[in-house]
């Protein structure tokens, strides 16, 4: 099983500032099967990216994701109020698909 | 645009069977995507349970003992079976979509609001 870590547990910052959320696999996952969601209080998951660094359908191009191997990123570039959430990465190329814990962004 | 809901009983006693269901609109559950069970405990993360497509199945080793999923093709629905649950089990399940592997695009693209299911007596 590939396990995911992700860093920080916690991060606070301010609207406008720059988040950069770390996921880091316990094996190589390859780029096609890295993805990003976020998910708020009492709703779903919403995927933000795929892919590693592809954007899905209607995600606002502040949010990117990079990264290769064994360490993969996603940076918000500019935080807006609608993005303080929580963060999980999931690699999907392996079974058991796997989710880091999370990173929750929250405002300072 | 597809969509999918959830529906189950909110309370299963100890020991008992949880099962769930997934209606799908928007895209036929005999097509070429996969068909997916996550869950999440309150206040923590996600685990993927187990994913179907046609018949073939696909588990998460730590619940493949107690888990079926199945089709309901004339309904276009797909259910969950979870055996001897436990206080552990409860969770927001969640039904999704994973998009067949043609060219690479195998993600999670589409998830049903989620439904609370507790455990117990």
């Known amino acids: 099983e590939i396990v995911l870590t992700q860093s920080p547990g916690t991060l606070s910052l301010s609207p406008g500032e720059r988040a950069t959320l770390s996921c880091r696999a316990s094996?190589?996952?390859?780029?096609?099967?890295l993805a990003w969601y976020q998910q708020k209080p009492g709703q779903a998951p919403r995927l933000l990216i795929y892919?590693?660094?592809s954007r899905a359908t209607g995600i606002p191009d502040r949010f990117s994701g990079s990264g290769s191997g064994t360490d993969f990123t996603l940076t918000i570039s500019r935080l807006e109020p609608e993005d303080f959430a929580v963060y999980y990465c999931?690699?999907?190329?392996?079974?058991?698909?796997?989710f880091g814990p999370g990173t929750k962004v929250d405002i300072k | 645009q597809v969509q999918l809901q959830e529906s189950g009983p909110g309370l299963v006693k100890p020991s008992g069977t949880l099962s769930l269901t997934c209606a799908v609109s928007g895209d036929s559950i005999s097509g070429s995507n996969w068909w997916n069970w996550v869950r999440q405990p309150p206040g923590k993360g996600l685990e993927w349970i187990g994913e179907?497509?046609?018949?073939?199945?696909n588990y998460n080793p730590s619940l493949k003992s107690r888990v079926t999923i199945s089709l309901d093709k004339s309904k276009n629905q797909f259910s969950l079976n979870l055996r001897s649950v436990t206080a552990a089990d409860s969770a927001v399940y969640y039904c999704?979509?994973?998009?067949?592997?043609?060219?690479?695009?195998?993600?999670?693209?589409?998830w049903g609001q989620g439904t609370l299911v507790t455990v117990s007596s």
């Open positions: 999931q690699q999907y190329g392996s079974s058991p698909f796997t």
């Open positions: 892919g590693a660094s």
């Open positions: 094996q190589s996952v390859s780029t096609i099967y």
């Open positions: 179907i497509y046609t018949e073939t199945t």
């Open positions: 999704a979509r994973r998009l067949s592997c043609i060219s690479g695009t195998c993600y999670f693209d589409s």
